[in-house]
């Protein structure tokens, strides 16, 4: 170590100690009033399941209005864990009072308990209180900076009103602060007067449909109404610092940040900052470049508030779930040691970037305090930061060594207020969290002062890495905030198989990736796509043209369509490659399958780029189709490997073998919806399974069927083994059912097709030697259930997604809410707000949250369904299409409410954006309803009971069934996909039982004896 680095660590804990002696380190230091709190921190401190469950208690606790529900869910919550509790929490849980006057006692203490734990960290629920906070913490000489506490933003009207509460602070606040008499220590910097109103915003909160897919359409959207609350603040003389938020918005908030302070308007006014995170590993870049920006371009510095960062555990689930590289540190002291290097940096530009240190560690302060010193940069030019309500006592000590400490003071009401405090109490209680080391644990002053650097073990690994693996699933269990315990179950041997990550379109690169695809594709319209047998383009014959839904004037090509004939004679080929491709070792077949997903992932974004303008799918999904196609390639060439190695039953003197062989040509039927996946899917399965197959693909979706072909060839598909066989179902789909050859017949699409195909196929004619296998997947009517106690930010976000995406056209989809009565109107208001703020848009825009039904005659259908609804039901909303109706073909988003469980609307399965919502009077009540149609397909719930969702799991009888979560989006292997009633016929696809469908079990008895003797058995074979 050089010696001014020593110098500047011993000066930082010079620093440092001078801090831990102007503070009491004695008792309940982290906030002001103690008594719940602490009690709560404490338990949560020292038991993290019974943190987990307490805190969720703590999240549900304001939705609950009856003393017997609060009852009921601190019971449960305790119940849920028991197996981890210490043995008096299990006791008390039993003693928790139900009804009577203990009962009440119970919930109003409950009650008032969250509340004023929320107060100590909430300043107020309106702007007079906050006022008075602020006024208050003025006396303590302490600045502020005001953030507004909301639910998430899911509708437009709240984003206008987020709005208008902004812009109504700023002139409540502006109008009385400024009239206080001045109090230089923290009015002034070194230079003159700052200002003294400033106020956090969150980005997100001012646009319904923030999405860094489009940072272009999400900037105009949230600049809007940006700009009024900036021109009022610039006005008044005001601040605005912009928080930040998960990592995949950071990107947008930065361009955001950029863009609207390069203004004319705005391009001179410096009282303006960002928070920035030192957990990101990314984050250093993103400094470099807004020192150039403040500097070069818009030559007027901006402020910093450098953080560690508040979402560590939402960015490494969410990286962990998507197979992402994890964007933060997976060390602490990486994130300490970053700020530290951040802090360096910014203290060196201090001319183009004012530092604001957002941290309440000591270390991490009295190094801002060393360098500082070191760099001769004036105390009152740069500031400390805290949040209101956590270790009071430092920011005193701070303001006494002569610096300017601002206090983060979030107001609002405790309903949106909760999801702060709960991240407030994860924080505190985090193994991790310097407040809970310095002040709960007691650790020496020593090693709390200790250079993060000096943490990294072994000390070449001193400086903080680029850390960007994903994390292992074991590295980040229960590693720091309140994670559950694994599941039960959980330490099954996992698959080998892993899920094809999604496209992140956070990431530049990725939407570049897409948009230039686009532009590829569409370079390539208007070819024809003919049939192809025996590996052989055929003549081109009749075609099909295909055209853009969202635009029908847009043609993209035309597929050739086959004659009875052209079918017979790709049955004929299939059964002439039959014999060699059921011989060909299994390596070869699942060689195949592994070949084509590389195919997939070469092609990726031209394939979803065809998806995106042949089925009106948006990105997002589009992307996700081809993921699944490249999916059922790895997971049925595993699959397979597995069914295809024989099982031995042998016994001395006896070999048996039981094994599988393909039945023979399989003719693979697919729908448009999920155009490359799920024909691909049902292909593979036949495929590696040692079947031939005639590839049918709806006509709808020829070109992406087209494309499949183009992947199979090029994997290596031998001569026969697959002919490409597009056509008019009507015309050659009953003689490739019926036809004596066929063995298999897998399908997926609509009821009436299925039954038909059943009962064609069900025939026996003479000379066919077989009984026909139909594997068949149908349609649902899935319903969401919306429990009195559901978290409403969710569940209307979670059943719009359900109902709408891909406009209702997936047969997961949910068309039918079933709300309990309790919150029934509360939620029918912010989904009907929900629903009116998505975008209806042209599916290749990247900001399109609704695209285009499939074609005219869907859209009729659709419409006549939405009338027959008018007629039986009250119509909630409908969207106004203007001229996209003539564009392309649209259908308007509609809700109809109060819904009879009965209507046509409520049963019948309508594959368009129509939900209906249906009032239930309890859970049992809305059970009965959601099993009451002739589907069985998805399901989902929104409860935060464990006794309702216990229920909730075992009656609502679906194939899949989705808790606290939309109930569309299956991934292979992870979630199977099928239903049964009417909804399905075959086992699930994407699981264990699938390709079983596909072959036909044989066994071989060998009997080994030769005149009295046979050769040896090994123990065990
Ligand atoms: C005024 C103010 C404004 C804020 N604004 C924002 C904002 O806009 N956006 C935002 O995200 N946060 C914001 N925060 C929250 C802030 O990120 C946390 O309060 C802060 O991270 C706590 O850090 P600390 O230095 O006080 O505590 P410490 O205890 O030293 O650090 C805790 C932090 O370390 C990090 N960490 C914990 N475990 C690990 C691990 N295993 N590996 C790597 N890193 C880990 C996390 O960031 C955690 O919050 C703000 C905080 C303040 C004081």
């Not at 779930?321 to 300490?336: A, C, E, G, I, L």
């Not at 956590?390 to 610096?403: N, R, T, V, Y």
């Not at 850390?467 to 309140?482: I, R, W």
């Not at 969202?550 to 090509?557: A, H, Y």
Request: charged share 25%; with cysteine.
């Amino acid at each position: 170590m050089s010696s001014t680095v020593t110098s500047l660590d011993e000066r930082t804990k010079e620093y440092g100690r001078e801090i831990f002696a102007r503070l009491n380190r004695q008792g309940p230091v982290l906030f002001t009033r103690a008594w719940v709190e602490d009690k709560l921190m404490g338990l949560g401190m020292h038991d993290p399941a019974l943190k987990v469950q307490l805190f969720r208690f703590v999240d549900t606790l304001p939705y609950l209005k009856e003393p017997k529900e609060v009852a009921r869910h601190l019971r449960e919550y305790l119940n849920e864990a028991k197996d981890e509790l210490p043995w008096w929490v299990r006791l008390g849980t039993k003693l928790i009072p139900d009804r009577g006057i203990l009962g009440q006692g119970l919930a109003f203490a409950s009650q008032k308990g969250a509340e004023q734990m929320a107060r100590k960290f909430i300043a107020g629920s309106n702007v007079q209180e906050a006022v008075a906070a602020v006024h208050q913490m003025r006396t303590r000489r302490l600045a502020f900076t005001i953030d507004l506490l909301g639910e998430a933003t899911i509708t437009e009207v709240e984003a206008d009103h987020v709005q208008k509460q902004y812009l109504d602070l700023l002139a409540g606040l502006t109008r009385e602060v400024n009239d206080w008499p001045e109090e230089p220590t923290i009015d002034r910097d070194d230079r003159g007067p700052i200002p003294r109103v400033n106020v956090s915003v969150k980005l997100s909160a001012l646009f319904s449909q923030f999405d860094p897919i489009d940072p272009a359409g999400t900037s105009r959207a949230v600049c809007r109404r940006l700009r009024p609350i900036l021109s009022l603040a610039k006005q008044t003389g005001a601040f605005v610092n912009f928080d930040m938020e998960q990592h995949s918005f950071k990107d947008v908030t930065l361009q955001i940040f950029r863009d609207i302070l390069t203004e004319p308007e705005f391009r001179d006014w410096p009282h303006v900052g960002i928070a920035i995170q030192a957990y990101l590993t990314d984050t250093e870049a993103d400094l470099q470049a807004l020192l150039a920006w403040a500097r070069d371009v818009r030559k007027c510095p901006v402020w910093i508030r450098l953080v560690k960062g508040a979402y560590w555990d939402y960015e490494t689930v969410v990286a962990a779930q998507n197979h992402w590289p994890v964007p933060v540190f997976t060390k602490k002291w990486q994130s300490d040691a970053n700020f530290e290097k951040l802090t360096e940096f910014l203290l060196a530009n201090v001319e183009w970037l004012v530092p604001a240190f957002g941290s309440h560690n000591i270390r991490s302060i009295s190094h801002a305090l060393a360098v500082a010193e070191k760099l001769g940069v004036p105390p009152r030019r740069y500031e400390f930061q805290m949040l209101y309500g956590m270790a009071d006592p430092i920011k005193e000590a701070i303001q006494s060594l002569g610096h300017r400490v601002r206090i983060y003071t979030p107001y609002g009401q405790l309903l949106p207020g909760m999801a702060y405090l709960v991240r407030r109490l994860l924080e505190n209680s985090s193994n991790d969290s310097f407040l809970r080391q310095g002040f709960a644990e007691g650790l020496a002053e020593e090693l709390l002062l200790l250079d993060p650097n000096a943490h990294a073990a072994p000390p070449s690994h001193a400086a903080p890495t680029n850390h960007t693996e994903p994390m292992s699933h074991t590295e980040h269990a229960g590693t720091q905030n309140g994670h559950l315990p694994p599941a039960r179950g959980a330490h099954a041997p996992r698959s080998p198989f892993a899920n094809e990550p999604l496209t992140d379109f956070s990431v530049a690169a990725s939407r570049t990736a897409m948009s230039a695809a686009l532009d590829q594709v569409r370079k390539e319209l208007g070819r024809t796509y003919p049939i192809v047998i025996d590996n052989k383009p055929q003549p081109v014959g009749a075609v099909l043209a295909r055209e853009n839904p969202s635009r029908k004037s847009e043609v993209l090509g035309k597929v050739g369509m086959a004659t009875v004939d052209q079918a017979n004679r790709a049955v004929a080929s299939c059964l002439a490659a039959f014999d060699g491709w059921r011989d060909t070792p299994l390596a070869e077949r699942t060689g195949l399958l592994r070949r084509l997903a590389e195919q997939f992932r070469k092609r990726r974004f031209e394939l979803s780029a065809w998806i995106v303008l042949e089925t009106g799918k948006p990105w997002r999904e589009s992307d996700a189709d081809v993921a699944e196609a490249i999916d059922f390639c790895e997971y049925y060439a595993i699959e397979m490997e597995k069914l295809g190695a024989p099982q031995a039953r042998d016994v001395p003197g006896e070999d048996n073998r039981y094994f599988y062989e393909p039945r023979g040509v399989a003719v693979v039927i697919a729908p448009w919806n999920f155009p490359l996946a799920i024909l691909a899917g049902m292909a593979t399965a036949a495929l590696v399974a040692g079947n031939t197959v005639v590839l049918k693909p709806a006509e709808q979706s020829g070109i992406i069927g087209a494309k499949l072909m183009e992947c199979l060839q090029a994997a290596g598909a031998p001569p026969g083994v697959v002919n490409f066989l597009p056509g008019d179902g009507d015309v050659i789909g009953p003689p490739l059912v019926q036809h004596p050859d066929v063995a298999l017949i897998a399908f997926t699409g609509s009821l009436k097709v299925a039954l038909l195909i059943n009962e064609q196929a069900s025939k026996t004619p003479g000379g066919q030697n077989f009984v026909k296998k139909v594997i068949a997947e149908m349609g649902g009517k899935n319903a969401v259930i919306v429990d009195s106690d559901a978290d409403l930010d969710e569940a209307v976000k979670g059943v719009v997604d359900s109902a709408f995406g891909y406009g209702g056209q997936k047969c997961s989809a949910g068309s039918r809410a079933i709300v309990l009565d309790g919150i029934y109107d509360q939620f029918l208001n912010r989904l009907v707000e929900a629903t009116k703020s998505l975008a209806v848009k042209a599916a290749d825009d990247p900001g399109c949250s609704l695209g285009p039904v499939i074609d005219a005659e869907a859209r009729d259908r659709i419409l006549k369904f939405i009338e027959a609804g008018k007629r039986e039901s009250r119509l909630a909303h409908q969207t106004d299409l203007g001229a996209l109706a003539e564009q392309g073909y649209f259908v308007p988003p509609t809700i109809f409410a109060d819904v009879p469980e009965a209507a046509g609307v409520a049963q019948e399965e309508i594959f368009g954006p129509v939900l209906s919502v249906i009032r239930a009077k309890d859970l049992d009540d809305a059970l009965r309803i959601a099993n009451g149609t002739k589907y069985a397909l998805t399901g989902g719930c929104y409860s935060r009971s464990p006794s309702h969702l216990e229920k909730v799991k075992r009656k609502f009888r679906v194939g899949n069934l989705y808790i606290n979560r939309k109930c569309t989006g299956a991934l292979v292997d992870r979630q199977p996909f099928g239903g049964f009633k009417l909804s399905g016929i075959g086992s699930k696809a994407g699981g264990p039982d699938y390709l079983l469908q596909f072959v036909l079990p044989r066994t071989i008895t060998e009997n080994q004896m030769r005149r009295g003797f046979a050769p040896e058995t090994a123990p065990g074979e």
